[in-house]
């Protein structure tokens, strides 16, 4: 069965270019363009990986996204996609247990994402 | 009023006590300090002791005795700077030799106080030592919001001056590869979005320009008596392209001129930016209402919309940098993010203000109040 990913990102373009790839890819994709409208979409159904980006109608709504998404699926990977630059500090890595705690997602990617390496990332996590 | 807490180190039972009456009522106040400060004291009687005071609770002021049984004054003076408290020191001594006031000094004593004094120069005395903590601790507050304002100001920034890169790469990377199709119409949509985004950054990077001027304060103002009516004229002419497009009509009350000492660079951009928001937000086929009014000493600038409006807690956030309201009415509504913050700026140095009415899918309504000599050097005056 096709495997589904929900893509949430208020960025028109960064969400049209992203499904375009994962669809690409072969997946099917679910779309929502607002951190409320991907909560919605979450409450009602399970997808099998998630693309979340981060600023969206808060600053660091790709984290509350990817905290309300872990508590309802736990198993389901979560990658959270950001234009945010790692020099201003406002990044948060995976790097530390302690930030893996409350961020919970498995994977952050910074954009422009490469394609390919998308691709390989998300094989990666759906252990395809 | 605000309590400051004097520690007085002295061996001498009668110099504290001194110092307790001539401090007991006493307060100290500039026009500058919003409210006056009076001093609680408390009392050491060896440098041991005031150490042990200062790491059990926070203290302002010392005042310190150089002499004293155990260790010196000037070893308790040396503890506090390597420490690093936020406590300004006072030295009392009755052989102030210049040695010792310049070590003193050096490790970070205010300054001192010769023994005996009168009550009178111990006041004079707290008043500068007073008046130098309160504007050391308010520029330390001032420098550390500063800092963090403009720390967030750069990652939002970046973020979204990032974004478009992000999205006319990818697009142009599809097309490279010839993803969709062999034909230039196939890319219709995405040549169409990669200008849309183009368009976006240049107005973010002309916003930001105008931010930065009005922030560094560099830009050379050129005050003069300008008619308003005649730069609103003006302004609607630019925008009518923009207008037209929309399909939405701006009236134009076209009143007696109006004038103000300004800069019409400056109010160009507020009224470019009313506008443009007005136009932006409005509905197909909606309407702009421009007023122009003067008053004796201000002139008011009101733009109406008949276009979405917005919620009241929108209305909050509207002035500040980055913010834009994001719902499914504004999503494909590109706009930097700065443009009311810059308004409200340059509001700000007319002495004036900004004001918003606003209802969601009736309109909005935006009064700009600029008062007529805010800036009155260099300027030929209103009569």
Not at chain 1, 12 to 27: A, I, M, N, Q, R
Not at chain 2, 105 to 131: C, H, Q, R, S, W
Not at chain 2, 173 to 198: A, C
Not at chain 2, 360 to 375: H, I, Q, R, W, Y
Request: charged share 30%; net charge negative; with cysteine.
């Amino acid at each position: 069965m096709t495997k589904k990913v929900l893509i949430v990102d208020d960025d028109p373009d960064s969400l049209s270019l992203l499904k375009f790839h994962v669809e690409g890819f072969g997946f099917e994709t679910i779309t929502a363009d607002s951190q409320k409208e991907g909560e919605e979409i979450i409450r009602q159904m399970k997808p099998d990986l998630a693309i979340f980006d981060l600023m969206m109608e808060n600053k660091d709504s790709g984290f509350i996204l990817s905290y309300k998404f872990k508590k309802i699926y736990p198993d389901v990977p979560v990658i959270i996609a950001t234009a945010v630059t790692a020099e201003t500090g406002m990044i948060f890595g995976l790097d530390t247990e302690e930030e893996k705690n409350w961020i919970k997602a498995d994977l952050y990617l910074e954009k422009g994402i490469r394609p390919d390496q998308l691709h390989r990332e998300i094989n990666k996590l759906l252990q395809l | 009023m605000e309590k400051l807490k004097v520690l007085v180190v002295d061996d001498e039972p009668g110099i504290r006590s001194g110092i307790h009456r001539i401090l007991r009522n006493f307060s100290v106040g500039y026009p500058f300090m919003e409210e006056d400060f009076q001093f609680e004291l408390i009392e050491a009687e060896t440098g041991e002791k005031a150490i042990e005071i200062i790491e059990s609770m926070p203290v302002d002021i010392i005042l310190l005795d150089n002499k004293l049984p155990g260790i010196n004054g000037i070893d308790v003076l040396e503890y506090i700077s390597k420490k690093q408290y936020d406590v300004q020191v006072m030295m009392i001594t009755s052989y102030a030799s210049l040695d010792l006031a310049v070590k003193a000094t050096n490790i970070g004593a205010y300054n001192f106080i010769p023994k005996p004094f009168t009550p009178d120069e111990l006041k004079v005395a707290m008043e500068g030592i007073t008046k130098h903590l309160f504007l050391k601790r308010m520029t330390r507050q001032l420098h550390k919001e500063g800092k963090e304002v403009r720390f967030q100001f750069l990652s939002v920034l970046s973020h979204e001056l990032k974004s478009p890169i992000n999205a006319i790469e990818g697009y142009l990377q599809i097309m490279k590869e010839k993803q969709v199709g062999d034909k230039i119409d196939d890319y219709e949509v995405m040549i169409s979005r990669s200008i849309e985004r183009l368009k976006g950054m240049r107005t973010l990077i002309m916003d930001l320009l105008d931010l930065t001027r009005l922030e560094s304060g560099k830009k050379q103002r050129e005050i003069k008596k300008i008619d308003l009516s005649e730069i609103t004229k003006m302004a609607i002419h630019s925008i009518e392209p923009m207008a037209i497009q929309k399909n939405v009509r701006i009236y134009y009350d076209n009143g007696e001129p109006c004038y103000l000492n300004g800069d019409s660079a400056e109010v160009e951009i507020i009224l470019n930016n009313l506008l443009s928001n007005a136009v932006k937000y409005n509905k197909e086929g909606g309407q702009v209402y421009v007023h122009v009014k003067g008053t004796d000493d201000r002139v008011i600038i009101k733009v109406e919309d008949t276009g979405i409006g917005m919620t009241e807690e929108d209305q909050e956030k509207l002035f500040q940098e980055f913010v834009r309201i994001k719902n499914v009415k504004t999503k494909n509504i590109t706009g930097s993010g700065l443009g009311l913050s810059i308004v409200k700026r340059l509001a700000d140095l007319y002495a004036g203000d900004v004001q918003v009415t606003s209802k969601p899918d009736v309109g909005t309504s935006f009064a700009v109040t600029l008062m007529k000599n805010a800036e009155t050097t260099d300027t030929i005056l209103l009569q």
